[in-house]
């Protein structure tokens, strides 16, 4: 099985953030204030521990959480994305976070593909695990759909560049 080693720090670096990305994408499909907003990062943490305690996770899953659970490891996710995402005009957010998703997945099945179907498989988690997380439409609470249809879209476009 596949840990950090396996690859360069720049690879790491995209699968670490490749998490972030399909959590991401979700979540500028279609913006649901802030409480949504807490609710879908909340989701996509939640997501991570269960990878971690998981018994069905693999190693490089593992490896990416504890990783994570690192200050250096979450600065250089975050960092991965504010790169990714510098510059970009607000229209081309989602669709910049889905080929990051991509690219990451490719990474994954070339240099790891003992792994790859379950890193695939997680990021499709986190992302419906976002989508899944707040009302969507609806005035306070009442009202409004579970995954919109901008969102259902959004998964749809992940699902594909994972080759689901």
Known sequence: MANKTNFSPEEWNQLVGGVFMAGFAVTVADLSGLWGLLKETFASGRALLEAKSSVT???????????LETAEGRTAGRDYVKTRMEGVKREEIRARAIEGVRQAASIVEAKAPADAQAYKDWLLHVSENVAAASTEG????????????AEKATLAEIRTALGR
């Open 138 to 149: 609806g005035f306070l609470g009442f009202g409004g759909v579970a995954v919109s249809d």
């Open 57 to 67: 996770g693999s190693e490089l899953m593992k490896a990416i959480v504890s990783d």
